[in-house]
């Protein structure tokens, strides 16, 4: 999957370089999208943190005293995988908090945490992890709620097809300039007419929308795909019935694949989990 690689390489200087020279604290005044009530409030990203090198002292939870975030790293079975595990230790209590737990793959050129501004608007800092190549970029709102960080995927999405402004959280269709996923800032989600997202690990694509038809792939949790249209014909799933999507992988010509996952498994809203 190579493809031109101008717009990771633009953004991935946006966000790590830039904030390393210039101490940017502004954020842009909201503004208001006709077809989505929520205001879109736009964020400039602030610096990444650099853990490679080893912990970094932030004041997280605002209490006038820095706390150290770390990130630990442990092998899989699988060698080209391994987990990454981004953590706080509170300067008062010593409490251990886990922000994010990923697993990354070897080939993923870029991969870290940055600081953001405020994104809940609540006093406390939140942050974004970013991972990417010469073929996309995967971001996670992680926001800080205190007790626990709450993770909202957007999935790895391709930058063939879409680029992240380095000042807003949505996306927008990289050659038309029209966003196509919308974060909403008062449900701290992201949203989208013309994408879903795969809500849960192992999901099988089907050639027909039958459960019997052959798999075609499998989806994982977070998978981005593009949606087509809703199937009249339904799948059960524990006595419940869910309508068919059609979807179509988002990838270029050569490795698109349309197909058919059941409905209890998707959503055009991104989906979310805690951590703590």
């Not at 990771?8 to 006709?34: D, E, G, R």
């Not at 992240?164 to 038309?176: C, K």
């Amino acid at each position: 999957m190579i493809k031109s690689a101008t717009t990771s390489k633009i953004l991935i200087i946006l966000i790590y370089f830039v904030p390393l020279f210039f101490n940017i604290a502004s954020v842009k005044s909201s503004t208001t999208n006709s077809t989505n009530k929520a205001a879109q409030k736009h964020y400039k990203f602030i610096t990444l943190l650099n853990l490679e090198k080893g912990p970094v002292q932030l004041d997280i939870n605002n209490d006038g005293k820095p706390d150290i975030i770390r990130v630990k790293k442990s092998k899989l079975s699988n060698p080209k995988f391994f987990n990454e595990t981004y953590e706080i230790v509170d300067g008062t209590t010593n409490k251990i908090q886990t922000i994010f737990k990923t697993k990354v793959s070897i080939y993923i050129w870029t991969h870290g945490m940055v600081k953001a501004i405020d994104i809940g608007q609540d006093g406390l800092i939140d942050f974004i992890y970013h991972a990417g190549d010469d073929t996309g970029d995967e971001w996670v709102i992680l926001i800080n709620q205190g007790s626990q960080f709450k993770a909202i995927y957007n999935g790895f999405l391709s930058s063939y097809f879409t680029s992240m402004s380095s000042d807003s959280l949505s996306y927008v269709d990289a050659e038309h300039s029209i966003p196509i996923i919308i974060w909403d800032s008062q449900n701290q989600i992201f949203n989208s007419q013309k994408f879903g997202w795969c809500t849960a690990s192992n999901v099988k694509v089907h050639q027909k929308p039958a459960i019997a038809s052959d798999k075609i792939d499998t989806a994982v949790f977070a998978t981005v795909f593009e949606y087509l249209d809703t199937s009249d014909q339904n799948c059960t799933i524990e006595a419940k019935n869910y309508p068919w999507i059609h979807v179509r992988t988002i990838w270029d010509s050569a490795e698109e694949i349309d197909g058919y996952i059941c409905g209890k498994y998707f959503s055009q809203s991104s989906p979310f989990r805690y951590f703590k």
